[in-house]
């Protein structure tokens, strides 16, 4: 799930919708992919894939993508270079290609509507 929130830590939606999304308590998604902003915003799942962060310095030439699932204690961190044109979409298409991958393991547990796509 792309929170779908934010951009350039600048808020696109009311924050009225930041906080209903603060309410739930389970969100209804195994995977979430905002960006660093949003996930300054957010949290809970226990698979996170945090995308297109600065790490807190908008002066650096490179961002980072960030991913961790809970349940196997797995972390990694991946750096590419920042362009210096803006893209919109980016984030939804990453949500949709984590997606389609997810759905092809064997591994998806007791979650057949993934299975199913």
């Known amino acids: 799930m792309d929170?779908?929130?934010s951009?350039?830590?600048k808020l696109h939606v009311p924050e009225e919708l930041v906080q209903m999304y603060s309410d739930i308590p389970a969100?209804?998604?195994d995977v979430v992919t905002p960006n660093g902003f949003e996930a300054s915003l957010l949290t809970g799942p226990h698979s996170v894939i945090i995308t297109t962060t600065?790490?807190?310095n908008?002066?650096?030439e490179q961002l980072s993508l960030f991913a961790s699932h809970a349940p196997s204690h797995t972390r990694f961190c991946i750096e590419f270079p920042k362009l210096k044109k803006s893209f919109t979409g980016t984030g939804d298409l990453f949500a949709a290609l984590v997606l389609?991958?997810?759905s092809e393991r064997d591994d998806v547990g007791d979650r057949p509507d993934l299975k199913s796509m």
Do not use: K, S
Request: zero cysteines; charged letters at 30%.
């Open 3 to 5: 929170p779908v929130l």
């Open 7 to 9: 951009d350039d830590n």
């Open 27 to 29: 969100p209804p998604a």
């Open 54 to 56: 600065d790490v807190g």
């Open 58 to 60: 908008p002066e650096v």
């Open 100 to 102: 389609a991958r997810l």
